[in-house]
């Protein structure tokens, strides 16, 4: 079974977004027709993966306090959002475990027909993840991300390169992990932002126009986003379109991907985030430290183009 959270009662009345992952990532479930810009991506299950479905459609027969408000197969994994509307006599762990029994008798089933291949003995992997939404807007914006998936999935098969984490990057002296376009290196113009915390309100707002003049013309802002005027800086040029690299205090997990308008952003190529240092699971408040060392990393990559 993955992490839960400790203390919580998972037989009482709650919302959750549940994962559960197919062996060895197998795409057995179904296959991603369009690219997902000039073609909507959908999922077209295939005969185990509309099994799937039915299963989990079912659950509701078995346990009628749970309803499944919504789900999103994928060809390897499955996301469901679930409501245990009263309290259950079992844990919600032994209810997704019976579901997952009853898909792994129709994988077998299909193996033994010759409809799949597989060396695996089950369908999914050991345990679930499971998400309890208990936030304020937290409920849509998994509805959101869930739903979205095929149309990310499709646009990360045709930009590959711009989802994958790239380790040991070199900039100078210094060593990189990278997540986004690369590329965005190359360019002749790359243009730190640093500001001084003390920046009035006006001065942030006169700092802004001068940066954005500065990406209108073609320069990369470059920057770890501390202060509230790099913030604001940074936020600026991104909602306007304009290409950043940011630099970030936490590493990239191996499997670790942008969300929400960060992925647009890599998917048309306007965003590169670095790391120096490795991921970590932890909520840490950043050093002093670190942000010198941030900015001083900053300012050597744009002097790399400099001539």
Known sequence: ???RRIGHDYQGRCIYMITLVVKERQPLLGIITGNGETEPAVLEPSPLGLAVIQALKSIPQFYPAIEIWTHQLMPDHLHAIIFVKEPIPVHL???????????????????EQGII??????LWEDGYNDIILDRQGQLQNMKDYILDNPRRFAIKRFHPDLFRVQRNIQIGNLTF???GNIFLLEAPVLLQVQCTRK????????????????????????????????????????????????LQE?????????????????????LLM????????????????????????ARTICSKNQT
Not at 93 to 107: E, Q, T
Request: glycine letters at 8%.
């Open 177 to 179: 992990a990278a997540l």
């Open 199 to 246: 920046l009035t309100d006006e001065q942030i707002k006169n700092t802004c126009n001068h940066f954005l003049s500065q990406s209108m013309n073609g320069a990369i802002l470059v920057s770890p986003s501390i202060s509230p005027g790099e913030r604001a800086v940074m936020k600026a040029a991104f909602e306007l379109g304009y290409p950043v690299i940011i």
């Open 93 to 111: 762990g032994k209810i997704i475990n019976g579901f997952k029994v009853g898909c792994n008798r129709v994988f077998r089933q299909y193996k």
């Open 1 to 3: 079974m993955k992490r």
């Open 250 to 270: 936490n590493g990239f997990a191996p499997l670790a991907k942008p969300g929400g308008r960060r992925f647009d952003a890599c998917a048309a190529g306007r």
């Open 274 to 297: 670095l790391a120096p240092w490795e991921h970590h699971n932890d909520r840490k408040t950043i050093s002093r430290d670190q942000c010198l060392t941030l900015n001083d990393m």
């Open 117 to 122: 291949q597989s060396d695996e003995l089950g």
